[in-house]
Nanobody
Framework: QVQLVESGGGLVQAGGSLRLSCAAS????????MGWFRQAPGKEREFVAA????????DYADSVKGRFTISRDNAKNTVYLQMNSLKPEETAVYYC????????????????WGQGTQVTVSS
């Protein structure tokens, strides 16, 4: 079992940056692919970014390519999401999740989820 705890959310102005962290418990963190998703009020949860267990492959939603960067430190059991040039429409609760298999961008591929961290981007 994997427990995930996100941190780093907050209030930022449009064009600003935030770095989210997701700390995982358990000694098998390095075996999981990791993803970030977000959910705005009244909308479905959507894929943001993902990284394979080894860190050698990453995937991004088209809307964040070039602005967001996902990374991981397996020694620290932590995955990060660096978010630059944030937009007001990206206000949402951001979740990290772990996956043992399946399409990186698919919500159904992820079995464990954190509680989420709120990101609010003001205009």
């Amino acid at each position: 079992q994997v427990q995930l705890v996100e941190s780093g959310g907050g209030l930022v102005q449009a064009g600003g940056s935030l770095r989210l962290s997701c700390a995982a418990s358990g000694r098998t963190f390095s075996l999981y692919n990791m993803g970030w998703f977000r959910q705005a009020p009244g909308k479905e949860r959507e894929f943001v970014a993902a990284i394979t267990w080894s860190g050698d492959y990453t995937d991004y939603a088209d809307s964040v390519k070039g602005r967001f960067t996902i990374s991981r430190d397996n020694a620290k059991n932590t995955v990060y999401l660096q978010m630059n040039s944030l937009k007001p429409e990206e206000t949402a609760v951001y979740y990290c999740a772990s996956s043992s298999a399946g399409l990186l961008s698919a919500t159904a591929s992820y079995g464990y989820w954190g509680q989420g961290t709120q990101v609010t981007v003001s205009s």
